[in-house]
């Protein structure tokens, strides 16, 4: 096997005395999407954002590469290469896709001026990549649709050389044509070797997008499992029971 992207081990922290994340271990592989599955307060937003850099863990300890790294910040994640997608997805409603791509990190010419040009020639180089039938380069992103608003935030944790990608929800509130264009980023992100963790509710969907799953309930790993070997059926009864699918028998 190769050496995971991210190693989460033991990982732990509590609010108010409740623990949110009890002793959770995942990995996460290079080209792999790992899907996070669990009700509502299961722990699987709360575990990933000690992964973004949103919240300093109480215990356990994360591997970039197989190092042991230090995240205590949002900068911190990014300077490991992690991106996080969240479902709002932060884009600034009135700006076009260059202007959200480099939100914040500009392009300038010699003079000091934000360079336009340079800024959308680049949006198309990773747009061509991305979903190369993407067109609305010069209309604000209240005007795209769901789909297309999806790959603008996904071309810019890209184009900022993301190597490990957080997903929340990524195809919540999307038609079926919708669905299939962020899948068909999804697999074009494993192509080039980028690792995706998917926090999802829909177990379909992390059956259809993921290569394995991790279910969590009540702060704690239920298990993880290939998805290729297991059914909804079997992803429900751990959400709901709490049971691996080689338990539910026992």
Not at 98 to 114: H, I, P, Q, W, Y
Request: with cysteine; aromatic share 4%.
């Amino acid at each position: 096997m190769t050496t995971p992207l991210v190693e989460m081990r033991n990982m732990s922290i509590s609010f108010g005395g409740i623990k949110a994340v009890d002793h959770v271990s995942v990995d996460l592989h290079p080209g792999e999407v790992v899907g996070l599955l669990g009700h509502n307060g299961a722990g699987k937003s709360t575990l990933i954002k000690m992964l973004s850099g949103a919240y300093a863990p109480d215990g356990g300890e994360i591997f970039i590469n197989g190092e042991k790294a230090t995240i205590t910040n949002p900068r911190d994640a990014r300077s490991y290469n992690i991106e996080t997608i969240y479902q709002t997805l932060a884009l600034a409603d009135n700006l076009d896709a260059a202007s959200n791509l480099f939100l914040g990190r500009e392009l300038v010419t010699s003079t000091g001026l934000v360079d336009d040009a340079a800024m959308e020639a680049e949006t198309r180089k990773i747009m061509k990549r991305l979903n190369p039938n993407f067109q609305k380069f010069n209309a604000p992103v209240s005007a795209l649709s769901g789909g297309q608003r999806q790959s603008v935030a996904i071309a810019r944790a890209v184009y900022f050389n993301a190597r490990i990608l957080i997903m929340d929800e990524p195809t919540a509130a999307l038609g079926p044509h919708e669905t299939q264009m962020v899948s068909e980023l999804i697999q074009q992100l494993k192509a080039e070797g980028i690792g995706i963790f998917l926090i999802d509710h829909d177990v379909h969907q992390v059956l259809n997008l993921c290569d394995r799953a991790s279910v969590m309930k009540n702060g704690q790993l239920v298990g993880t499992v290939n998805t290729a070997d297991v059914t909804d059926d079997d992803l429900l009864s751990m959400i709901i029971l709490g049971k691996n699918p080689n338990e539910v028998d026992a």
